[in-house]
């Protein structure tokens, strides 16, 4: 069974970077996409970005093309999502998903229903 453990998140300052890191322990997910979501109070879930089984591909929201880049390391079975340019709009609990990549394209992994296993969240506060 797949088992996401996200780290990373902290309070930063506007204009700051964090990594966040998804692992999983079973290394079950090298076949799966994999994606980060995000969720300040109040709000829905939204994609972030979300990365393809092999790491060759990513896609991003409008909100962080440009300044958040997600990315894979194969052997250790672990995503990364490196932010930069941080604003206080990106503070949020940012959760790892995961879904059987079932050669489904990454334009249409890019809502929450789409993945079947989540991770516990890391929470991100970006402050002046």
């Known amino acids: 069974q797949v088992q996401l453990v996200e780290s990373g998140g902290g309070l930063v300052q506007i204009g700051g970077s964090l990594r966040l890191s998804c692992a999983d322990s079973?290394?079950?997910?090298?076949?799966?996409?994999m994606a980060w979501f995000r969720q300040a109070p109040g709000k829905e879930r939204e994609f972030v970005a979300c990365?393809?089984?092999?790491?060759?591909?990513?896609a991003y929201s409008d909100s962080v093309r440009g300044r958040f880049t997600i990315s894979k390391d194969y052997p250790k079975g672990t995503i990364y999502l490196q932010m930069d340019s941080l604003k206080p709009e990106d503070t949020a609990t940012y959760y790892c998903?995961?879904?059987?990549?079932?050669?489904?394209?990454?334009?249409?992994?890019?809502?929450?229903?789409?993945?079947?296993?989540w991770g516990q969240g890391t929470r991100v506060t970006v402050s002046s």
């Open positions: 998903a995961a879904v059987n990549h079932g050669g489904v394209s990454l334009q249409y992994r890019q809502t929450a229903d789409q993945y079947d296993y």
């Open positions: 079973k290394r079950t997910y090298n076949a799966f996409t």
């Open positions: 990365i393809s089984w092999s790491g060759s591909n990513q």
